[in-house]
């Protein structure tokens, strides 16, 4: 099932064109990897997705899925990093969309946070403040937010970013499991080529168009990825 | 001790002024913990220097100082959070230039309707005379709302402060509680700004939350000390200002810069420990 097809998707800022016809599909339980230079707009399709930014032209459409309901990790900002918030706060704040216009968070909403922290096992570390958390552990608590938010799909952001070789491994480890074993859907943004061909069964290559959209086995053939894969070597 | 207490609250003023500035205490720290930590520190010092402008203006045109001063610092706080948001200005400075026109235009308006005298002064620096009967009354409804609505909409409030993207993503209107947050700042300021002064009612808004996150590491850590902070400060504040007729505003502000280096100190203790 399509979760989400994009059609000659068009986004700018400033009248230039920082995302340019870009079609894909996102199918249900998929891994889809959206890798390119900086600049070649994968962050600006990443707005447009989560509908921070109208498109100009083409279509997003959403299958199945509400709009509200992609669990959205973002790269972190200058604020969180000494931000006084506890684990548990920030978690449950991911349930903020079920409850509409009502205050207070009630059982439901509790036990769901609970959970999740269990499901990333960061439950010990509930009462501790998010800043002083290594890296590593405060995506866990990013991701178990995302996850309290929906349990479709999962965008994830350049998640890897400032994260040493040991978090970064847990990190990819942790998203893959989550894929596989709850069916989660999975895009991910990235600068890392060789994780994304490793854990994505799909491959976008932008270039502010599409350079690429199919599946990694196909991806790996093509010229465009040796010569990433060259860059890299 | 008690007779210094019990002479003070035999005064009517000082007891409007302890009422209003309890309440406005409260406020302020409440909403400065979410302004300081999404970097809009200085909206609440850009907002000061409106109402100033504003007050004048009312003063000069016979009105009721808070029925005009409420309407325009709301204008401005919706203007001042736009500019902020659109990355292309640049916030501070756009920030700046509002703030220090605002302020000259308030005092060419008073040095040509009554001159510069006390009054200006106490504008400035505050006083603890500055409120009337009708003034008390308004003060304490806008600060009730503010209160209310702070509760109401903790939950918003807390993760469009620490997430605005996120909150954004997962359908949450941010902007809208981004509005909610100007405005209720700006009614606070307007209602603290006669006894704190323009000049420094923006103190009580950075201060109690700078002050709690020196020890606290939790949100409701944080705003619960901050408001527990910020009405002590105050308190200690008026009465040293009564005592040794200090501006109320000035008096407040040191105590409060006192507090900030005591938590500095016992979080550096704790963190060498």
Redesign the interface.
Known sequence: MKLISCEGVTIGYDGQRAVNKVSFDLEQGDYLCIVGENGSGKSTLVKGL???IKPQEGSITFNGI???????L?QQ?V??RD????VG??VI??C??R?GLL???SRAEKDRAADKMKQLSITEIQ???Y??LSGGQQQRV?LA??LC??EKLL?LDEPVSGLDPVMTADLYQLVAELNQTRGITVLMVSHDLESALEYGNKILHMKTETAFFGSTADYLKTELCQRMMGAKL | MIELLTGLLSYTFVVRALIVGVLVSLCAALLGVSLV???YSMIGDGLSHVGFGALALAMALNLSPLEVAIPVVAVAAFVLLRISENSRIKGDAAIALISSSSLAIGVMIISYTSGMNADTSNYMFGSILAMSKSDVILSVAVSIVVIVLY??????I??VT??E????????NASRYNTLIALLTAMTIVVGMRMMGALLISSLIIFPALTS?RL???????VISSAILSVICFVVGIVLSFIFSFPTGASVVVINLLMFSVFSAIGLFKKKR
Not at chain 1, 66 to 72: H, K
Not at chain 1, 83 to 86: K, V
Not at chain 2, 165 to 172: I, L
């Open positions: 989560l509908g921070l509400a709009p509200n309901e992609i669990g959205y973002p900002t604020i969180q931000f006084p918030a506890s706060e920030v704040s991911g903020l969309n409850r205050p207070f968070y009462k501790k403040s800043r002083d990013l937010r995302a938010a929906t965008l | 930590l999404k970097r509760v109401l909409f903790y939950n918003k807390f993760a620490f997430d993207s996120f909150t954004r993503a997962t359908g949450t996150m606290f590491k939790t949100f409701k850590q944080v």
